[in-house]
């Protein structure tokens, strides 16, 4: 329940293995227009062989506390398609407009994927609204042999993420 007045945050998530054979990943969820500023850091961690997604980022403001992914490892995610929801490695969702109109404010600095499956290693999806995608940013290393894509829709503002290949 924290506002943008409520100050600052600082939140470093460091070295942490996220494994699970019935769930999901990491999720930042509801970092809302009026939510605080500040930093949410996910440093050197790996999420591998989940269910669901690796990682989600749901109903974050571009405005609000900025969230990074730094060096961070996933593997061998989102193994099962009847999973509820997105059925790739990172899922970017904005849920409810009421939350924010502006989604993003995400940075990934280093990190890797390593999936096999034939789908995008990011996808951004809108259930409400038709904003686009907002200041997201950084680069993320993709080994994958059917190929490396972002669905990332057409309106994008700020974005300069990156997907390249990783070397054999």
Known sequence: ??????????ILFDQCHISS??????????????????????????????????????DKSAAAARVRFVNC???????????QGAWVPVWL??????????????????CTVE?????PVVFFEQTEGDFGLFDVTGTITVWNPA???AALGEKQHGVTLTLKAMEP
Do not use: M, W
């Open 1 to 10: 329940n924290l506002k943008a007045g409520s100050g600052d945050v600082s």
């Open 21 to 58: 054979r019935h769930g999901t990943g990491i999720r930042v969820s509801k970092v809302a227009d009026d939510g605080p500023r500040g930093l949410i850091e996910f440093r050197n961690c790996t999420v591998e062989n989940t269910e669901g997604y690796g990682v989600k980022v749901q």
């Open 73 to 83: 490892s996933i593997r061998n995610v989102a193994r099962n398609r009847a999973y």
């Open 93 to 110: 969702h904005l849920s409810r407009k009421s939350v924010t109109t502006r989604f993003g404010g995400i940075d990934f600095a280093d």
């Open 115 to 119: 999936d096999t499956r034939d789908r």
């Open 147 to 149: 190929g490396v894509r």
